[in-house]
């Protein structure tokens, strides 16, 4: 079982429409959670950071964690062309040291 | 928020050759930093964690003595792709942690990236 298990998409949405990326983790000691966006040929840049259960907004997007389940999720509310990428899910293993990534979730939203 | 810088951004050299890049934290102190390994349409593989002032800990499967990594000041490292072959070339992506401004938990900030081609 792979640490950090995401669908690999790709997604397809329209604008203006909730897009919903998710993401199951196996350490369930895992403290932190993150959700970065990475466009082609770049390095992953930070959305969003999630530490207990329940739900995080900021903005237009909204994490969600469930640690008994293990499962962290990102919602994209009025999604745009713009968040056309692939958006990967980390956590930070239980010693609080490592990051551990996903593979990715390549995002379309079609205008 | 915190900044990671690489060189270079990109670097093409010859199957045989040592390519070295380096991975600064411009605003703040890094004890610990990451390198990361990206190929196309796959996600970031953690190489090795590279300690100030002591050995690197690398990744199960990571053969530590071509990739040479040398944290040699709170600010810097580097990693050295010894004789460089085309399997090799990929995206080598650094980050550090360091403290989120808006709260207390440290979270990852990543460097550009340097793109490695080997011919």
């Known amino acids: 079982q792979k640490e950090v298990e995401q669908n690999s998409g790709p997604l397809s949405v329209p604008e203006g429409a909730i897009a919903s990326l998710n993401c199951t983790y196996s350490?369930?000691?895992?403290?932190?959670f993150f959700w970065y966006r990475q466009y082609s040929g770049k390095s992953p840049e930070l959305i969003m950071s999630?530490?207990?259960?329940g739900d995080k907004e900021d903005g237009r997007f909204t994490a969600q964690l469930n640690k008994a389940s293990q499962y962290v999720s990102l919602l994209i509310r009025d999604s745009q062309p713009s968040d056309s990428a692939t958006y990967l899910c980390a956590v930070t293993t239980s010693g609080g040291f490592k990051t551990i990534f996903g593979a990715g979730t390549r995002l379309f939203v079609k205008a | 928020g915190a900044v990671v810088s690489q060189h270079p951004s990109w670097v093409i050299c010859k199957s045989g050759t040592s390519v070295k890049i380096e991975c600064r934290s411009l605003?703040?102190?890094?004890?610990?930093m990451f390198w990361y390994r990206q190929f196309p349409k796959q996600s970031l593989m953690l190489m090795a964690t590279s300690n100030e002032g002591s050995k690197a800990t690398y990744e199960q499967g990571v053969e530590k003595d071509k990739f040479l990594i040398n944290h040699a000041s709170l600010t810097l490292s580097t990693l050295t792709v010894t004789s460089a072959h085309p399997e090799d070339s990929s995206f080598y992506i650094c980050?550090?942690?360091?403290?989120?401004?808006?709260?207390?938990?440290?979270?990852?900030?990543f460097g550009p990236g340097t793109r490695l081609t080997v011919l």
């Open positions: 980050s550090a942690p360091g403290r989120m401004t808006s709260g207390s938990t440290d979270t990852q900030y």
């Open positions: 605003d703040f102190q890094a004890t610990t």
């Open positions: 999630i530490y207990s259960n």
């Open positions: 350490d369930r000691g895992s403290q932190s």
